[in-house]
């Protein structure tokens, strides 16, 4: 009797696990403020009301921290690792098909990268909002990474309409980016999911 086994697939092994590394550690960070700032507010709920104002001002630069900044931080970090790791893998991805299919098509830009893929393969290898979603991730990428994130509206009108639009990003008051945890899980997600979609008909 014969047994079959599957064979391994290394690219899911070796280079995804670098998202699932990233994952681990976007959950556990964002855990760890959560944590923190549970902690203040058990200390809090055991203060008498006249001690509860003196505790939160004499905390609340702290409070500021673990609430708003870190967690914004954090986000926009793992964004573009997140996004930074899937460029350099979709360009690996776009040579080898351009190699494959003997092509001299010079596809600078996201979106011409995934339509030359769709087209060389005759079908939707990547569906059009996960190009819209990517899209929007690398401008908002740039953003973090020449401006710290601060985005205003006079200089880039189109990008604060999308961000307004998207009920899972915002501008503070003082123009700064923030993302929500369910956007950067949803960008974990499309990524991983291309990628796969790209290495099983790549291969």
Known sequence: MYMHFNKPNWYEIIELSYLEDLKVLFEE???MWKSSLDAIGEEIDQLDEEDKEEYVDH???NIVQLRDVLPRITNNSILINIYSFFEVQLMDFYN???SKFDSDVN???LTDKFNFM???FGREVVALDEIAHLDFVRELRNRIMHSNGV???KDFPELVN???ECPQTKLSDRKELILDNDFINKTFEIVEGILRN???NVK
């Open 118 to 120: 769709n087209e060389s």
């Open 198 to 200: 790209l290495n099983s």
């Open 162 to 164: 999308k961000i307004e």
């Open 151 to 153: 985005i205003e509206e």
């Open 59 to 61: 905390h609340y630069d």
């Open 107 to 109: 596809a600078r830009h």
């Open 29 to 31: 960070t964002q855990r």
């Open 96 to 98: 080898n098909v351009k």
